[in-house]
C-alpha cells in the first residue's frame, strides 16, 4: 500500500527558503500514471494547490506563487522535493504531498496524502 | 485563481443528512466534471470522498455522494455518524493543468 511521508524543518526565516521531501513508500513515483503534488493549508483556511511533477519532470505550477515554487525529484529515489522561495509568515502553513493521478483510479484527484507536515516562517 | 466558495459551518444531528455546497465559475467547476471532496481530520492524512463530482473511491461509505449544477457543485452526507465531524474540501481542475480549491466546510455533529 501506497503511504505518503513529509519531512522537513519546521521553522524557517522571513526570506529565507523553505525546503521540504515527500517519502513515498510501497511504490514507485517512476511507475504509473500519477503526477506527484503539494499543497498545503494554512491556519484556519482552505487547502492550496501549489504544483505538482510527473516522472518525466514535466512540472506543472499555481500561478499565485509566481515562481516561487520549485518541484523536482528528490536526491533519493521514491522522493519529492519541494523549494519554496522568500519565504513570509504567510507561508506558515501544514505542507502535504498527494498523489494525482491521471487514470481512472481517480482522475484529477489527490487520492492519496501525507499526514503533512507544519512550517512556520518566523524570526 | 479563486478560491471555490463553501459555507463556513453546516451541522446535522445524528442521522440525518446535510449537504455542502462549493460554488466555482465557469472556468472551474463549470466547465469540468472534475470536482473532488477531500475529508479533513486533525493530525491525520486528508481522505478522497468523491472523485469526477460524484464517482467514489473503493472504500468510500455510499453514505457520501456529490452531484453538479452549473457553477456549483455539492456533497451530501447521509446517516450522519458521530465520526463525520471533520472539515471538507472541495477541489476543481480548473484549465491548463491547475487546481483550485475551496474554502473548506466544518461540519458539526449535534
Known amino acids: 500500500q501506497v503511504q505518503l511521508q513529509e519531512s522537513g524543518p519546521g521553522l524557517v526565516k522571513p526570506s529565507q527558503t523553505l525546503s521540504l521531501t515527500c517519502t513515498v513508500s510501497g511504490g514507485s513515483i517512476g511507475t504509473g500514471s500519477y503526477y506527484w503534488s503539494w499543497i498545503r493549508q494554512p491556519a484556519g483556511k482552505g487547502l492550496e494547490w501549489i504544483g505538482r511533477?510527473?516522472?518525466?519532470?514535466?512540472?506543472n505550477y499555481n500561478p499565485s506563487f509566481k515562481s516561487r515554487a520549485s518541484i523536482s525529484e528528490g536526491t533519493s529515489k521514491n522522493q519529492i522535493s519541494l523549494e519554496l522561495t522568500s519565504v513570509t509568515a504567510a507561508d506558515t502553513a501544514i505542507y502535504y504531498c498527494a498523489r494525482n493521478p491521471f487514470s481512472d483510479v481517480a482522475y484529477d484527484a489527490f487520492d492519496i496524502w501525507g499526514q503533512g507536515t507544519t512550517v512556520t516562517v518566523s524570526s | 485563481q479563486s478560491v471555490l466558495t463553501q459555507p463556513a459551518s453546516v451541522s446535522g444531528s445524528l442521522g440525518q443528512s446535510v449537504t455542502i455546497s462549493c460554488t466555482g465559475t465557469s472556468n472551474d467547476v463549470g466547465d469540468y466534471n472534475l470536482v473532488s471532496w477531500y475529508q479533513l481530520h486533525p493530525g491525520k492524512a486528508p481522505i478522497l470522498l468523491i472523485f469526477e463530482v460524484s464517482k467514489r473511491p473503493s472504500g468510500v461509505s455510499n453514505r457520501f455522494s456529490g452531484s453538479k449544477s452549473g457553477n456549483t457543485a455539492s456533497l451530501t452526507i447521509s446517516g450522519l455518524r458521530a465520526d463525520d465531524e471533520a472539515d471538507y474540501h472541495c477541489c476543481s481542475y480548473a484549465g491548463r493543468s491547475t487546481y483550485v480549491f475551496g474554502s473548506g466546510t466544518t461540519v458539526t455533529v449535534l
Open positions: 511533477i510527473y516522472r518525466s519532470g514535466t512540472t
